[in-house]
């Protein structure tokens, strides 16, 4: 199936490490150039800004969905595309799936890691069957693989998770893999 749109879930602060800022900017700008419409959570700020602008910057298509308790604390980008204020994050989260073909996990805190748990499940439930790519910027995921694999050995997970979830070191490695053909 083509991959015309992506969910993007990420930090809403900048974190640390200056490669979370560079490849945030770097895959708004490759999604725009590959003309892939961006779903993310509506902010201004941190990694999630950073991907909004250059996206922006570049002509690209993005909608933002943030729920209506996160307005302020995220600062609603006034720029984008489209905008959708929903009354909550549960709706937030089942509209970025229902608006996206696969997803992309940039570093982020508890709530990247609660979309990414919920997309991870919703493809166990077969709910859905999107794949998702997740960015290990500078190691940043290291742990969350190995986690993951002792899951799986440990017998608790019903399929290998490398099946629906890629661990990728560069931007331009998941770009390539959403404009594959057989994405």
């Not at 998941?174 to 404009?179: A, N, P």
């Amino acid at each position: 199936m083509p991959i015309h749109s992506v969910a993007v879930f990420c930090g809403s602060s900048d974190g640390h490490n200056p490669v979370f800022r560079e490849q945030a900017t770097e895959l708004g700008k490759l999604l725009a150039l590959n003309q892939l419409k961006c779903v993310y959570g509506g902010g201004s700020r941190g990694l999630m800004g950073r991907v909004a602008d250059s996206l922006l910057e570049n002509k690209g298509h993005i909608l933002g969905i943030m729920p209506e308790l996160l307005k302020e604390r995220e600062h609603q980008h006034q720029g984008l595309t489209e905008l959708t204020i929903v009354p909550d994050m549960h709706v937030r989260k089942k509209m970025m799936y229902e608006k996206s073909d696969a997803a992309i996990i940039l570093p982020g805190g508890f709530g990247t890691l609660d979309e990414l748990f919920e997309m991870l499940t919703w493809n166990q439930l077969k709910i859905h069957n999107k794949k998702i790519y997740i960015l290990n910027s500078a190691g940043y995921y290291d742990f969350l693989r190995e986690q993951l694999l002792k899951m799986w050995n440990e017998g608790f997970l019903y399929e290998n998770p490398g099946q629906r979830i890629g661990f990728f070191n560069t931007v331009a490695e998941i770009i390539h893999q959403l404009t594959q053909k057989d994405s």
